[in-house]
């Protein structure tokens, strides 16, 4: 059966590229035991449609489908007007339309592009990211929610960095990390750039096997060719608010970490982080939208640290330059 019942999607705008439905009591009862398959908007005497891409059983995120809007009535006097033509846009997106955490994509691949505010003294990175989180949920960001169907937008890590400097040849100037995963592996995280930036080229390796105590540096050089100036290792402990704009379906972490050198040897780093994460969407990716959606949180999260009376320098500091005196070396 095919039925069309009415909704009131939250914060939708005209050219949005998500939709939210919450299912209050009454329409969690009036939707029991059907799909909710589509969504039709009214613009402009037509209906731009919808397809549902993720389902908590408290509320439904639709991503809009790629081609015209449709024309005629009402879908409520004939539910099944469009189905067909609805399910042919569907299939066309291919295993991104439906495919659970599988329908991301990356609008910047081989690239990193983060903002960094190193903080001043030891800040309570806890309650600052819950203060944070609590402003997204209570859409103090017009047109953002936390990230859908992601523990409600909120991780949290504690793991080791094995950090190894890359010094020649300048081309390939940056670092090498390893993380130790929880089921034995590694996940292999290498940066290349010449001085610390917003952007910087990034390629992260993930379920590589090294077996027991690993020779990390050996491991360098027979992926790479390359020979570590140095490493060292640090523990990053790390909250993260995802955030996922209505508009355009590009999701971006305020991240709030404190790095402790295992060695003892520098000063414990405390930084907030705002960096481009993925996006959801079925239609092109708007890099000039990303952008300037990129510097929106940027001026929102100066806006918060100095509201909460927290110092920062915004210098785009590595974790390569803080931990460089380790090894007896300057930043530069």
């Known amino acids: 059966m095919t039925a069309a019942i009415g909704v009131r999607p939250e914060a939708l705008t005209a050219a949005a590229n998500t939709a939210v439905v919450t299912l209050d009591a009454p329409l969690r ?46 879908p409520g006097a004939n ?12 299939r066309a997106c291919g295993p991104m339309a439906v495919n659970h955490q599988r329908w991301f994509v990356n609008a910047l691949p081989g690239q990193e592009l983060e903002y ?11 309650r600052l990211t819950t203060l944070i989180l609590d402003t997204v949920r209570d859409g103090g960001l017009q047109d953002w929610i936390c990230e859908h169907g992601n523990n409600g937008g ?14 020649t040849p300048r081309a390939e100037r940056g670092y090498v990390a390893f993380i130790p995963a929880v089921n034995g592996t590694w996940i292999i995280r290498r940066k290349r750039f010449i001085a610390d930036a917003e952007m910087r080229h990034e390629v992260l390796i993930e379920g590589v096997v090294l077996g027991p105590n690993p020779d990390l540096s050996a491991v360098i ?26 508009a355009s379906g590009h999701v971006f972490s305020i ?50 640290l100095a509201s909460h009376g927290v110092a920062s320098l915004e210098d785009h500091r590595s974790k390569l330059s803080w931990l460089r005196p380790a090894a007896g070396l300057q930043p530069t």
């Open 29 to 74: 009862e009036q939707c029991r035991g059907l799909a909710p398959l589509f969504l039709l908007r009214p613009v402009d005497g037509r209906w731009t449609p919808y397809t549902q891409q993720s389902f908590t059983g408290d509320d439904v995120l639709f991503v809009a489908l790629p081609g015209s809007p449709l024309t005629g009535d009402s």
């Open 255 to 304: 991240m709030l970490d404190r790095c402790t050198d295992r060695a003892e040897l520098v000063d414990p780093l405390h930084q907030v982080e705002v960096e481009y994460v993925r996006t959801r969407t079925l239609r092109p990716v708007d890099l000039s939208l990303l952008r300037s959606e990129y510097e929106q949180l940027v001026a929102f999260t100066r806006e918060f």
């Open 154 to 167: 909120f991780e949290q890590w504690d793991f080791d960095n094995h950090l190894f400097e890359i010094t």
């Open 221 to 246: 050089a027979d992926r790479w060719r390359l020979r570590p100036a140095w490493g060292e290792v640090y523990r990053r402990v790390r909250y993260n608010v995802l955030l996922e704009s209505l």
């Open 116 to 126: 960094k505010f190193t903080v001043q003294g030891e800040p309570d990175l806890w």
């Open 79 to 90: 539910p099944t007007a469009w189905t067909s033509e609805l399910a042919e846009r569907h």
